[in-house]
Nanobody
Framework: VQLVESGGGMVQPGGSLRLSCAAS????????MSWVRQAPGKGPEWVSV????????YYADSVKGRFTISRDNAKNTLYLQMNSLKPEDTALYYC?????????WGKGTLVTVSS
């Protein structure tokens, strides 16, 4: 199993970024997928989850209305569109597979929101 995140970077408050997670080594379309983030000096925070077909999505209250999770099963790729970014969104963002808990994690992509 391999999960490789990309798309992080530095952005000003109010800006947008789109994260991607390329999945391999398993049947991507058979698993729910999730994003988790970890801010500097803090514990992991669950951000969002999407079901196998992409029809059901859930978000943490802290990102609801600003972030959108999606997936392309033909491309084995998970996405997180992040709009109206705030400094408190600064974190390392991880893609995780949901299989009896979040059983596999990528290495993360860093998002920094700063003016």
């Amino acid at each position: 199993v391999q999960l490789v995140e990309s798309g992080g970077g530095m952005v000003q408050p109010g800006g947008s970024l789109r994260l991607s997670c390329a999945a391999s080594g398993f049947t991507f379309s058979s698993y729910d997928m999730s994003w988790v983030r970890q801010a500097p000096g803090k514990g992991p925070e669950w951000v969002s989850v999407i079901d196998t077909g992409g029809g059901s999505t859930y978000y943490a209250d802290s990102v609801k209305g600003r972030f959108t999770i999606s997936r392309d099963n033909a491309k084995n790729t998970l996405y997180l569109q992040m709009n109206s970014l705030k400094p408190e969104d600064t974190a390392l963002y991880y893609c995780t597979r949901v299989g009896g808990g979040m059983d596999y994690w990528g290495k993360g992509t860093l998002v920094t929101v700063s003016s």
